[in-house]
């Protein structure tokens, strides 16, 4: 009987350190290791979830550097335009500032060439006068005064 007994007690006592074991250590033990569980998958599906945002990010960045690339190429065409039409612009104002000057320098070319033929008739009156009182002073002569005439012309 004492095997018995003993048999029952060694089970009994067996018996609670199991319970005991269950309750306190194995219980919170599981809960434990649930939870790290738990932990490695929500670190694992927010490291996902940041391999996706990247992707996403990264995304976003090329697309930006291509509308930037494209907003810079724009940029340049467009001054490039804008360089072209001031280049237009300055030859055309220098193609009209040269005709203002040309007009110009044609009339100062014509008001030198009226006061040339005014002095010029000026110079011719004077000669003409001075003929006519050379030709007075000699005798009236017609053979002379051709002489003297195709000489004056010959001066002239």
Do not use: C, Y
């Given at each position: 009987?004492?095997?018995?007994v003993?048999l029952?007690?060694?089970?009994?006592?067996?018996?609670?350190?199991?319970?005991?074991?269950?309750?306190?250590?194995?219980?919170?033990?599981?809960?434990?290791?649930?939870?790290?569980?738990?932990?490695?998958?929500?670190?694992l599906?927010?490291?996902?979830?940041?391999?996706?945002?990247?992707?996403?990010?990264?995304?976003?960045?090329?697309?930006?550097?291509?509308?930037?690339?494209?907003?810079?190429?724009?940029?340049?065409?467009?001054?490039?335009?804008?360089?072209?039409?001031?280049?237009?612009?300055?030859k055309?104002?220098?193609?009209?500032?040269?005709?203002?000057?040309?007009?110009?320098?044609?009339?100062?070319?014509?008001?030198?060439?009226?006061?040339?033929?005014?002095?010029l008739?000026?110079?011719?009156?004077?000669?003409?006068?001075?003929?006519?009182?050379?030709?007075?002073?000699?005798?009236?002569?017609?053979?002379?005064?051709?002489?003297?005439?195709?000489?004056?012309?010959?001066?002239?």
């Open positions: 009987m004492s095997i018995t003993t029952f007690g060694q089970i009994l006592t067996f018996f609670v350190l199991v319970m005991f074991l269950w309750r306190f250590l194995w219980g919170p033990m599981t809960q434990m290791m649930e939870a790290r569980r738990a932990r490695i998958a929500d670190g599906a927010a490291a996902d979830q940041g391999k996706h945002d990247l992707e996403v990010v990264e995304q976003r960045v090329a697309e930006r550097l291509r509308d930037a690339k494209q907003d810079g190429a724009d940029i340049i065409a467009a001054a490039n335009k804008r360089s072209n039409e001031m280049i237009e612009e300055a055309e104002q220098a193609r009209i500032e040269g005709q203002h000057q040309m007009v110009a320098a044609l009339a100062e070319i014509e008001q030198e060439s009226n006061r040339a033929r005014e002095e008739r000026r110079h011719f009156g004077n000669l003409v006068l001075t003929t006519a009182e050379k030709i007075l002073e000699h005798e009236v002569n017609a053979a002379a005064h051709n002489e003297f005439i195709n000489k004056m012309v010959k001066k002239l």
